[in-house]
């Protein structure tokens, strides 16, 4: 059985940084595209970052480059959200999510439909 399990987020002042996880179990991080998408208040689903298998192409929404990236460690089947130079407009639910399928897409910013599991998603609040 699948399952994504989010951690990490929670209350920080605008330019601080947050780190988030996602645990996976069921399947290997390594062998699929696996990434994350935040919801704000009132917006729809957005896909951000995205890693794919041997890392072979990443996916990075304009909105956090240079600011957020993503790692994976293999040993621990986890996925990372590194999130620095925070700023109030990033505040929203964040997921993690897998599709079927080892690369990441070019689309991936809008591909909410498409992800084969998700997780229940962190709450990251950029608030001073």
């Known amino acids: 059985q699948v399952q994504l399990v989010e951690s990490g987020g929670g209350l920080v002042q605008p330019g601080g940084s947050l780190r988030l996880a996602c645990a996976a179990s069921?399947?290997?991080?390594?062998?699929?595209?696996v990434g994350w998408f935040r919801q704000a208040p009132g917006k729809e689903r957005e896909g951000i970052l995205c890693?794919?298998?041997?890392?072979?192409?990443?996916y990075v929404a304009d909105s956090v480059k240079g600011r957020f990236t993503i790692s994976r460690d293999n040993a621990r089947n986890a996925v990372y959200l590194e999130m620095n130079s925070l700023k109030p407009e990033d505040t929203a639910v964040y997921y993690c999510?897998?599709?079927?399928?080892?690369?990441?897409?070019?689309?991936?910013?809008?591909?909410?439909?498409?992800?084969?599991?998700w997780g229940k998603g962190t709450l990251v609040n950029v608030s001073s």
């Open positions: 069921g399947f290997s991080v390594e062998q699929r595209a």
């Open positions: 999510a897998t599709e079927l399928g080892n690369v990441c897409r070019g689309d991936f910013g809008s591909r909410a439909s498409s992800m084969d599991y």
């Open positions: 890693i794919s298998r041997g890392d072979a192409r990443r």
